[in-house]
């Protein structure tokens, strides 16, 4: 008795010593975590499911939701589904998430290059803008804009009138364009004198290039983009669109497009926060350049701009990217703040629609699938980009 | 090939210890779900046992009220963070609407509003306390629905304030009625009943608006304040509340618009139906005594100058044996409406223009005479 205790002792510490026993242990041993907290977890979930007699089918995406949505691209009543009312906010996030990433593209490369800059006003300002937003918190920054400063704009009694345009904290309005019976006609003329304008653009840029006889194509280009459109405008008969100003109406605006506080706070505080972080992508994206490229660049005759535009940026991208799809996901992640400053974002709606409804575990797994399907989207996109700007070895 | 041989046995050992740890592991969650089971079961039965004993309980004498008297307090389950309602105050009194209705029932049993043992309640505790006996009636703006009357196992007594979703505008819109808001922008609360009865009310009414949604309440009244929306909705009870912390109160009224039904009044533990008599009757008096114009300071002199209405003869014991027919002192009317006051006082000290401001005049909580609904049955 005593001896065979004595021996699997043994064998146990021999065991206990043997790298191989160690590491399988390991892994069995994460395995049966994982096993042991996703059911312990799941089946919380089933209890509280069943003590409270619920179920988990999605029939009740067709009943009717019973609360608007203010907005104007899609407008939903008190009548429809809660499912229409899902894709309200679907929409709304799209519409953010679209905008921002363009916006914050566009402003993250140009404050990237500041930071670069010699211009030291210029410099100061995007380092100073970096450090601040990149350092507080984007609810704080949300809560900021919208509750300290847009809605600190006079209201709708004394609204800002400039011209057409109206400002209020009720939001920004401006004159909408309204397509007329001609409208048809004058898009396809646009439409042909672009057209036009890139092929009178590429034949001089070619002769360009093979003369080096200066044939300004742009200057060529211009003339069919800015004049057959001018000319279709005061040809065809009566205005392609007419605009349909904004108008006081009793308690709010009539007539034109409005760009909602809430819209502009999320969307500003979203393009402001993502573009600090691209921004310092950027910087790092040039300096990854070495040196003797650009010394070569303009050696070779090419201007300070030239430089950068083709030269530098289309090297320093393959360095932007992959970092850059980070902050695209978090921007559209982060677009589910909105409900913070009262936007009706899907975040917003679904939290609406689960405590309306009680079906609390499959909205947000509605939700969850859907943000999951967003940023799938967005990676795949990246990727793309980022395959095609690779250097091709052979 | 020699150290092949030797991962399979190790892997398999070490599967097996595993696999007992885990085992062992999930061993002693099985009983603590037991243990749970076994607590709700035993909750069932108190419900079980107290419907059993309604017939038993059909005696003149209340067992609750007689439990109530050897203890020599009554113990109220209130809000302590509802200004005008239930609330705390600095000195560590609990002052409002609803704790001076316990007072009233600490007086009628002991003539000493001191006698009144208030324990506060959040919303999810109310309900288990009354089950459990932890209180003995519960005053803590609850409204009546019929889930709550039929499953918790309680009963309602007079409704004491007729709660319900109003509408908060500034003074100076010029907004009288939802029907005046048309094209209003509404700031509102996120995933409340609120917002299906705001959009119910204003559908119903063939009005348009546009709803902003905030996460919480704080947010709501700063876009409102702000000038952000037209309107602001919630309860009553709390828009008034919500009132006060804007930055200048006295700008912003409350239209008398109801656009949903919240009937607030004590509730207690069905199976004691005599001490459901005496908390509803309580409540009664104080209505009947606004009434007949009684207040705290002219009870005595009523009663001196010996009045000619057989009413009032009745309800301040002068004549008839109406307390002793709820185990109560004869003049326990008499006593209440001194220390206490009448309805119109309770309401004019915690809701009237020096409290939270809840205008009565031609809303639900008008006296019937003036058209509210604030009516007791005859006491006789």
Redesign the interface.
């Known amino acids: 008795m005593l001896r065979s205790l004595q021996g699997s002792l043994q064998s146990f510490s021999r065991f206990s010593r043997d790298i191989r026993f160690l590491q399988a242990l390991a892994q069995v041993a994460f395995v049966v975590l994982v096993v042991v907290v996703g059911r312990w977890l799941l089946g919380n979930l089933f209890d509280a499911l069943d003590t409270r007699g619920l179920d988990l089918s999605f029939g009740f995406l067709n009943r009717t939701a019973g609360f608007p949505v203010a907005d104007e691209a899609l407008q939903l009543d008190r009548s429809d589904s809660f499912l229409d009312a899902y894709f309200v906010g679907l929409a709304n996030t799209l519409q953010v998430v679209v905008l921002g990433l363009i916006l914050s593209t566009a402003l993250g490369i140009f404050t990237g290059i500041s930071l670069l800059s010699s211009n030291w006003l210029l410099r100061s300002i995007s380092q100073a803008y970096v450090e601040i937003i990149r350092n507080t918190p984007l609810l704080v920054q949300l809560f900021f804009l919208y509750f300290g400063v847009l809605l600190k704009l006079p209201s709708l009694a004394d609204r800002i009138t400039l011209g057409p345009i109206i400002l209020s904290n009720r939001g920004l309005f401006f004159p909408q364009a309204l397509p007329q019976a001609s409208s048809r006609l004058w898009i396809l003329l646009v439409g042909v004198s672009v057209v036009l304008a890139i092929a009178i653009y590429r034949t001089r840029m070619d002769r360009r290039v093979r003369s080096g006889a200066e044939t300004r194509p742009g200057l060529w280009a211009a003339v069919p983009l800015i004049g057959l459109p001018l000319l279709g405008w005061l040809v065809l008969p009566g205005q392609p669109f007419t605009a349909e100003l904004p108008q006081l109406e009793g308690l709010r605006i009539a007539g034109g497009s409005r760009l909602s506080p809430e819209f502009a706070a999320i969307l500003l505080g979203l393009v402001i926060y993502t573009a600090a972080f691209i921004a310092e992508i950027v910087r790092s994206g040039i300096l990854s350049v070495p040196h003797g490229l650009r010394e070569a660049s303009l050696a070779g005759g090419l201007s300070r701009t030239q430089t950068l535009r083709l030269v530098v940026l289309p090297v320093a991208l393959r360095v932007i990217v992959p970092p850059t799809t980070n902050q695209y996901l978090n921007l559209a992640k982060n677009s589910s703040l909105a409900i913070g400053v009262g936007y009706p974002d899907l975040y917003s709606i679904s939290q609406t629609i689960f405590n309306q409804s009680g079906q609390a575990v499959q909205v947000i797994a509605m939700m969850m699938g859907t943000y999951l399907a967003l940023s799938l989207i967005i990676s795949a996109g990246m990727n793309f980009i980022n395959a095609r700007l690779k250097i091709r070895e052979r | 090939m020699h ?1 092949r041989r ?2 399979l046995p ?2 398999g ?3 097996g ?3 007992a ?2 085992l062992s ?2 061993q002693p ?1 099985e009983p603590e ?1 037991r243990e749970v089971r076994v607590v709700e079961t035993q909750e069932v039965q108190v419900v079980q046992t107290q419907q059993v004993q309604v017939p038993v309980e059909l005696q003149m004498e209340s067992a609750r009220l007689q439990a109530v008297k050897d203890s020599g307090a009554v113990r109220c389950g209130v809000n302590s963070s509802v200004p005008g309602f239930g609330f705390l105050n600095e000195q560590g009194e609990f002052v409002g609407f609803d704790s001076d209705f316990c007072r009233a029932l600490a007086v009628a049993i002991f003539n000493d509003a001191n006698a009144a043992e208030f324990r506060p309640l959040t919303a999810a505790e109310r309900f288990t306390a009354l089950q459990t006996n932890e209180i003995d009636v519960l005053i803590r703006n609850t409204t009546w629905t019929l889930s709550r009357d039929v499953e918790l196992g309680t009963d309602f007594g007079p409704t004491t304030f007729y709660d319900g979703q109003g509408m908060m505008v500034r003074a100076d819109s010029g907004f009288s009625t939802l029907e005046d ?5 509404v700031c509102v609360l ?3 009943t609120t ?2 009865n705001l ?2 009310a204003f ?1 119903s009414r063939g009005v348009t608006y ?6 919480t309440g704080d ?1 709501t009244r ?2 409102y304040d ?3 929306c ?1 309107g602001l909705t919630s309860d009553k009870s709390q828009l008034a509340g919500l009132r006060t912390a804007t930055t200048n109160p006295a700008d912003h009224i409350i239209l008398p618009v109801t656009m949903s039904k919240e009937p607030l009044g004590p509730v207690w533990a069905q199976g004691d139906q005599q001490w459901g008599d005496v908390v509803r009757w309580v409540v009664n008096a104080i209505i009947i005594a606004e009434e007949k114009g009684i207040t705290s300071s002219s009870v005595d002199d009523i009663v001196a100058s010996d009045p000619q209405d057989p009413e009032i003869r009745r309800l301040l014991g002068v004549e008839g044996e109406f307390g002793a027919l709820l185990g109560l002192a004869p003049d326990f009317v008499v006593n209440v409406i001194r220390e206490v006051g009448n309805y119109g006082e309770i309401y004019e000290r915690h809701l009237g223009p020096a409290g939270t401001d809840i205008p009565r005049e031609g809303s639900l909580n008008a006296l019937w005479t003036q058209g509210g609904l604030i009516y007791a049955p005859p006491w006789r």
């Open positions: 150290p030797s991962v190790a892997t050992l070490a599967l210890l595993l696999l740890i885990a592991a999930c969650a779900i808001m048309d094209g209003a922008t996120a995933g409340t917002e299906l959009a119910d559908s546009e709803p902003l949604v905030f996460a947010e700063v876009a702000e000038g952000r037209d």
